[in-house]
């Protein structure tokens, strides 16, 4: 048995004492592909963080080639051999596609001076093992996507690297470009070299590579032969579901979908598209409804929300709530529409300033008049919804940032909730709370429904979704492919069809 | 062998220590200007007298009143670097237009347009900024440095680079009138401190100002319509800084448009930072905003008054400002 390239075992890692790594371990053997997956937050690149010497590790131990690694920083793990293409690319587009390739590692005479023949040619010498045949000394800005992410590629090559990570490679490359990168990555793994692939594609690990190791919630759950495995079990490891509960497909367990669904129709997209990875949206909201849309990262969930909030302007298709269409946050909300974001911190608080202050902001211009708030009606407004939802705070003016994350969250539930809207769209409302607040938040969304409004809920959580709603979109890249309708919706039955091929694409 | 890795704990100083620095980062400005004065009670000769009260009050509140708008401005995570060029051109239209000969002939219309005209154009500048900054998304920076380099060379194109005196006493009872036996503008930039502070405090526009400043992406998702906001706030920073040109014009009788509010953007910004603006934004202090337009009038008087050189007096105001920074630093966590 051959000795393995890299070897990460016991690894731990926590920030500001919540743990990111458990134990978490990683091998890769000399010459081979292995991928690494698993949902958002499951310690995916916290591992290759600490790897390629970004973070340091809180306890465990890395062997890289043989010897027990004392990697510190990028430069030193590049220069002992591990380099990293990342997603979004770290070369210059202004300079030469030599000086990107070179950088760092010139070539020199006396010392000082770059022997730019010298540079120029090994350049192309590189670029030609992979097939590439471009001018070296054009800008690389000038290059396609791809071929910057194949120079990237070279550039790591020539560095003499023995792994090579590849973080998303071809999120951003079309069809012919991801062959010409597998083509790179296949003549990688014959000269030798290791390649550590993260992806969200599934169907990409099956052409690609040899191995697999699953992540989920900073442990390492499963390493596997892609040659003996398939892609439902794959995600299976991946959600931590049961992979014989998935297959046996019983549709037992009661859900959601008591509701009376006679009420009108709130929202309706039609073959709706944007620019932004949604590519055909189908999705109908009755009144007293709640829908939820279902889906794997990047299966443009969250850019169907931002078609229907009208932040994204739609290419093709219609979306029409109450017979209107927004065409910006501020129409959506004066429409009747909440928009509960999913990441808290970038376009949900306000750090600065006060609970008060963050739970009215939308509501602001039904609270003032001639351009001047309130504040008697703004107190009471929020006096009311700190107690009807139980937010914990010191008193309202404590700034929110001092706030636990569930708390935070109760805070901007009242800001939509504040609005009046008569559709709320809810984009992982409960991810990062904690288990009590999370049940009052999905109380407070349920009393909200009875009183005869619609909500769009967005949520990773099979189990909320499925107890939850009374209907399910499901979404699959940028298309809305099937739905499913409670009661009878089990989780399995939701896996299934997440992970389904519903276009036509060949089967795992 | 293992590898595990020791965290370094990091330095903890004592509790007692901790809570003097943060008292002192809280109250930073006043203890500041506390030190200023007992300093100068003790070295600067004739220090408390009246007259220099006066010569300090007078010379405060053009600083304290661009410095207000500029506290605006930076809240909304901006900067405006054309405040000094547009006092320069406030300051060289007010004298153009009374004594143009339709001044002459109607002097009432005359004065009432030399006060609203130089205001209407400096406000036209705060919308040039504005529409470079939040239509055509340019930084604040550069979108700002435009009227920086171009509106002082327009105001001396207006006076053909000539110095223009003038004797209007309405006028000048702008820079050198008295209430209460203290200078007009003193009191008036206290009104437009309290003006502005209501504004920031009390109505929807403020919420807004701080909101975008905090959080433009959750403020644009709350409905906070961004673009008009940021327009308001460089037209109003604009507008006082063309009142604070016309006070500078009144005071001296003459208008010089190649040394009217020179250097005020860089006054102006040191007042806001040392009154605890963040320049990332959302925080909009304004009455620290003149707080610290006192601390640097202060600095530069104490420095002249002691025949300090103004190259020296400079790298003074430098170090106050890098204080002033690093106290935030600490205050932002």
């Given at each position: 048995m051959t000795t393995p390239l890299l070897q990460m075992t016991g690894i731990d890692k926590a920030f500001a004492g919540v743990a990111a790594l458990t134990?978490?371990?990683?091998t890769i053997e000399p010459g081979e592909i292995h991928a690494v997956i698993g949902q958002n937050g499951a310690g995916k690149s916290t591992l290759i963080k600490i790897l390629t010497g970004v973070y340091r590790r809180d306890a465990g131990l890395i062997m890289f080639a043989g010897k027990p690694s004392t990697i510190s920083s990028p430069r030193e793990a590049q220069d002992s051999g591990i380099s990293t293409i990342y997603q979004e690319l770290t070369l210059v587009?202004?300079?030469?596609?030599?000086?990107?390739?070179?950088?760092?590692?010139?070539?020199?005479?006396?010392?000082?001076?770059?022997?730019?023949?010298?540079?120029?040619?090994?350049?192309?010498?590189?670029l030609a093992r992979f097939g590439i045949e471009i001018d070296v000394r054009a800008p690389l800005g000038s290059y396609s996507t791809a071929i910057q992410q194949l120079v990237a590629i070279a550039r790591a090559v020539s560095l003499d690297a023995r792994l090579v990570i590849m973080d998303e490679p071809t999120s951003s490359l079309d069809d012919r470009e991801v062959e010409v990168l597998f083509g790179v990555v296949r003549g990688l793994k014959a000269s030798g070299v290791s390649v550590l692939y993260v992806s969200h594609f599934l169907d990409e690990l099956f052409r690609i590579c040899d191995s697999v190791t699953v992540m989920r919630d900073g442990r390492t759950v499963a390493r596997k032969a892609i040659a003996e495995t398939t892609k439902l079990e794959l995600i299976a490891d991946?959600?931590?579901?049961?992979?014989?509960?998935?297959?046996?497909?019983?549709?037992?367990?009661?859900?959601?979908?008591?509701?009376?669904?006679s009420g009108e129709v709130l929202l309706e997209a039609k073959a709706a598209a944007t620019d932004r990875r949604l590519h055909r949206l189908d999705l109908i909201v009755h009144r007293g409804e709640i829908v939820g849309l279902a889906g794997l990262l990047g299966s443009g969930r969250t850019e169907a929300a931002r078609a229907v909030f009208g932040l994204d302007r739609l290419q093709k298709g219609s979306v029409s709530f109450k017979g209107q269409a927004p065409s910006d946050p501020a129409?959506?909300?004066?429409?009747?529409?909440?928009?509960?974001?999913e990441d808290?911190?970038?376009?949900?608080?306000?750090?600065?300033?006060?609970?008060?202050?963050?739970?009215?902001?939308?509501?602001?211009?039904?609270?003032?008049r001639g351009g001047r708030i309130e504040r008697g009606r703004e107190r009471a407004l929020v006096e009311a919804f700190i107690k009807s939802l139980g937010i914990k705070t010191a008193n309202m003016d404590q700034p929110i940032r001092e706030l636990s994350g569930g708390n935070q969250q109760k805070a901007l539930l009242a800001r939509w909730l504040a609005t009046e809207p008569e559709l709320l769209i809810l984009d992982e409302p409960t991810r990062g709370v904690d288990v009590g607040a999370k049940l009052e938040i999905q109380a407070i969304i349920r009393d909200y429904v009875a009183r005869g409004f619609g909500v769009l809920l967005i949520s990773s959580e099979f189990e909320e979704l499925v107890e939850g709603a009374d209907r399910i979109t499901v979404m699959q890249?940028?298309?809305?492919?099937?739905?499913?309708?409670?009661?009878g919706i089990t989780e399995n039955a939701l896996v299934k069809a997440i992970a389904h091929h519903h276009r036509g694409q060949a089967p795992a | 062998m293992s590898t595990r890795l020791e965290s370094a704990s990091p330095a903890t100083a004592s509790p007692a220590t901790a809570r003097a620095l943060r008292q002192l980062r809280r109250h930073g400005g006043l203890v500041a200007l506390l030190v200023l004065v007992l300093v100068n009670i003790a070295i600067t000769p004739n220090f408390l007298q009246l007259q220099t009260l006066f010569v300090n009050i007078s010379q405060v509140a053009t600083i304290a009143i661009v410095?207000?708008?500029m506290t605006l401005v930076i809240a909304t995570g901006g900067i405006d670097l054309s405040v000094g060029a547009v006092m320069a051109l406030a300051g060289a239209l007010a004298p153009l237009i009374f004594l143009s000969p339709f001044g002459v002939a109607y002097p009432a219309l005359g004065l009432v347009a030399a006060f609203t005209l130089p205001l209407l154009a400096a406000m036209a500048c705060g919308l040039f900024n504005g529409f470079m900054v939040s239509v055509l998304r340019v930084q604040p920076i550069i979108a700002t440095l435009i009227l920086f380099i171009s509106g002082r060379g327009i105001a001396q194109v207006l006076t053909n680079g000539n110095l223009q005196t003038f004797s209007n006493p309405s006028f000048s009872y702008l820079g050198t009138g008295r209430i209460l036996g203290l200078p007009f503008q003193g009191w008036l930039a206290l009104a437009l401190a309290g003006l502005v502070y209501w504004l920031v405090t009390r109505t929807l526009f403020g919420r807004y100002l701080l909101a975008i400043g905090g959080n433009e992406r959750a403020a644009r998702l709350s409905g906070v319509p961004v673009r008009r906001v940021k327009f308001g706030a460089y037209v109003i920073c604009a507008g006082l800084a063309g009142i604070a040109g016309l006070i500078v014009v009144a005071i001296n009788s003459a208008s010089d448009a190649g040394r009217n509010g020179n250097l005020m953007e860089l006054d102006a910004i040191a007042a806001a930072v040392v009154g605890g603006a963040l320049l990332q934004g959302g925080r909009a202090p304004i009455f620290g905003a003149v707080l610290g337009a006192v601390i640097i009038q202060l600095v530069k008087y104490t420095l002249l008054a002691n025949g300090v050189e103004d190259e020296v007096a400079l790298i003074a105001k430098a170090f106050i400002i890098v204080v002033a920074v690093y106290l935030q630093a600490g205050r932002r966590e």
């Amino acid at each position: 048995m051959t000795t393995p390239l890299l070897q990460m075992t016991g690894i731990d890692k926590a920030f500001a004492g919540v743990a990111a790594l458990t134990s978490a371990s990683l091998t890769i053997e000399p010459g081979e592909i292995h991928a690494v997956i698993g949902q958002n937050g499951a310690g995916k690149s916290t591992l290759i963080k600490i790897l390629t010497g970004v973070y340091r590790r809180d306890a465990g131990l890395i062997m890289f080639a043989g010897k027990p690694s004392t990697i510190s920083s990028p430069r030193e793990a590049q220069d002992s051999g591990i380099s990293t293409i990342y997603q979004e690319l770290t070369l210059v587009p202004l300079r030469s596609v030599t000086e990107n390739v070179t950088l760092g590692y010139e070539p020199r005479i006396w010392g000082g001076i770059i022997d730019w023949p010298r540079a120029h040619a090994r350049t192309r010498e590189i670029l030609a093992r992979f097939g590439i045949e471009i001018d070296v000394r054009a800008p690389l800005g000038s290059y396609s996507t791809a071929i910057q992410q194949l120079v990237a590629i070279a550039r790591a090559v020539s560095l003499d690297a023995r792994l090579v990570i590849m973080d998303e490679p071809t999120s951003s490359l079309d069809d012919r470009e991801v062959e010409v990168l597998f083509g790179v990555v296949r003549g990688l793994k014959a000269s030798g070299v290791s390649v550590l692939y993260v992806s969200h594609f599934l169907d990409e690990l099956f052409r690609i590579c040899d191995s697999v190791t699953v992540m989920r919630d900073g442990r390492t759950v499963a390493r596997k032969a892609i040659a003996e495995t398939t892609k439902l079990e794959l995600i299976a490891d991946m959600l931590g579901r049961d992979i014989d509960e998935i297959r046996a497909d019983g549709m037992t367990e009661l859900g959601g979908g008591q509701r009376d669904r006679s009420g009108e129709v709130l929202l309706e997209a039609k073959a709706a598209a944007t620019d932004r990875r949604l590519h055909r949206l189908d999705l109908i909201v009755h009144r007293g409804e709640i829908v939820g849309l279902a889906g794997l990262l990047g299966s443009g969930r969250t850019e169907a929300a931002r078609a229907v909030f009208g932040l994204d302007r739609l290419q093709k298709g219609s979306v029409s709530f109450k017979g209107q269409a927004p065409s910006d946050p501020a129409s959506a909300i004066a429409a009747g529409i909440g928009y509960l974001t999913e990441d808290r911190k970038a376009e949900g608080i306000v750090p600065e300033m006060s609970v008060r202050e963050n739970v009215t902001l939308a509501v602001l211009p039904k609270l003032s008049r001639g351009g001047r708030i309130e504040r008697g009606r703004e107190r009471a407004l929020v006096e009311a919804f700190i107690k009807s939802l139980g937010i914990k705070t010191a008193n309202m003016d404590q700034p929110i940032r001092e706030l636990s994350g569930g708390n935070q969250q109760k805070a901007l539930l009242a800001r939509w909730l504040a609005t009046e809207p008569e559709l709320l769209i809810l984009d992982e409302p409960t991810r990062g709370v904690d288990v009590g607040a999370k049940l009052e938040i999905q109380a407070i969304i349920r009393d909200y429904v009875a009183r005869g409004f619609g909500v769009l809920l967005i949520s990773s959580e099979f189990e909320e979704l499925v107890e939850g709603a009374d209907r399910i979109t499901v979404m699959q890249d940028g298309y809305s492919v099937t739905e499913l309708q409670n009661p009878g919706i089990t989780e399995n039955a939701l896996v299934k069809a997440i992970a389904h091929h519903h276009r036509g694409q060949a089967p795992a | 062998m293992s590898t595990r890795l020791e965290s370094a704990s990091p330095a903890t100083a004592s509790p007692a220590t901790a809570r003097a620095l943060r008292q002192l980062r809280r109250h930073g400005g006043l203890v500041a200007l506390l030190v200023l004065v007992l300093v100068n009670i003790a070295i600067t000769p004739n220090f408390l007298q009246l007259q220099t009260l006066f010569v300090n009050i007078s010379q405060v509140a053009t600083i304290a009143i661009v410095a207000i708008g500029m506290t605006l401005v930076i809240a909304t995570g901006g900067i405006d670097l054309s405040v000094g060029a547009v006092m320069a051109l406030a300051g060289a239209l007010a004298p153009l237009i009374f004594l143009s000969p339709f001044g002459v002939a109607y002097p009432a219309l005359g004065l009432v347009a030399a006060f609203t005209l130089p205001l209407l154009a400096a406000m036209a500048c705060g919308l040039f900024n504005g529409f470079m900054v939040s239509v055509l998304r340019v930084q604040p920076i550069i979108a700002t440095l435009i009227l920086f380099i171009s509106g002082r060379g327009i105001a001396q194109v207006l006076t053909n680079g000539n110095l223009q005196t003038f004797s209007n006493p309405s006028f000048s009872y702008l820079g050198t009138g008295r209430i209460l036996g203290l200078p007009f503008q003193g009191w008036l930039a206290l009104a437009l401190a309290g003006l502005v502070y209501w504004l920031v405090t009390r109505t929807l526009f403020g919420r807004y100002l701080l909101a975008i400043g905090g959080n433009e992406r959750a403020a644009r998702l709350s409905g906070v319509p961004v673009r008009r906001v940021k327009f308001g706030a460089y037209v109003i920073c604009a507008g006082l800084a063309g009142i604070a040109g016309l006070i500078v014009v009144a005071i001296n009788s003459a208008s010089d448009a190649g040394r009217n509010g020179n250097l005020m953007e860089l006054d102006a910004i040191a007042a806001a930072v040392v009154g605890g603006a963040l320049l990332q934004g959302g925080r909009a202090p304004i009455f620290g905003a003149v707080l610290g337009a006192v601390i640097i009038q202060l600095v530069k008087y104490t420095l002249l008054a002691n025949g300090v050189e103004d190259e020296v007096a400079l790298i003074a105001k430098a170090f106050i400002i890098v204080v002033a920074v690093y106290l935030q630093a600490g205050r932002r966590e």
